[in-house]
Structure formats: structure tokens, C-alpha cells
């Protein structure tokens, strides 16, 4: 095969590729880190034995400050010394103090 007929096949050949590989191997939209089996309940699972998650640590005004926060944005609130969640919406974020226990 000639190099011009190499170069118009070559797309082809990348496009076949990627369809075998799409078949083979279908995406999957979860995440483990530190670990080899993803609980199939999470969307991110980290695992770890010797170290935690830290979460953005903000002020009250730093955390009033975020425009349009996420429903279920989590945050360590160093002036309430406490993990909150924004409960609102973002156009009306609601930080609360997470539930615990039966509800």
C-alpha cells in the first residue's frame, strides 16, 4: 500500500478500532480510587486504610460567596466549626447541619 492510500485508510482504520473497543469494553461511569471493586451503589467510591477525604474548609462568608451552589454541595464551615450541606437549590442555596440518625 502506497503512503497517500495509508494516510486516506488511516481514519478508517482508527474509526473501526474505536467501535471494536466500544463493543468490547462498554464505559462505565464509576470511579474507584485506592481499590479494585467499586461498591455499585456509588458513583465514586475512594477506599483507604490510612487516610480521609478532605473537603473544601471555607469561612461562613467564603461559603455565602460561592455563586449558585450545587443541591447537595458538602463543605467544612470553620466558623461553625461543623460539615454542612446546601439543602436549597442554587438559586436559593439552604447550608444545613447534615441528618443523623433515624429520620
Request: glycine content about 8%; charged content about 15%; overall charge neutral.
Amino acid at each position: 500500500m502506497n503512503k497517500p492510500a495509508l494516510s486516506r485508510c488511516f481514519p478508517l482504520l482508527v474509526c473501526a478500532l474505536m467501535a471494536q473497543l466500544c463493543r468490547i469494553a462498554p464505559l462505565n461511569a464509576q470511579t474507584v480510587i485506592g481499590g479494585d471493586t467499586i461498591d455499585q451503589s456509588a458513583i465514586l467510591d475512594i477506599q483507604d486504610t490510612a487516610k480521609g477525604v478532605l473537603l473544601s474548609r471555607l469561612t461562613t462568608d467564603q461559603r455565602n460567596a460561592i455563586v449558585k451552589p450545587a443541591f447537595g454541595l458538602l463543605i467544612l464551615n470553620t466558623t461553625r466549626q461543623c460539615l454542612e450541606a446546601n439543602i436549597g437549590g442554587p438559586d436559593m442555596p439552604g447550608f444545613e447541619i447534615p441528618c443523623y440518625g433515624d429520620s
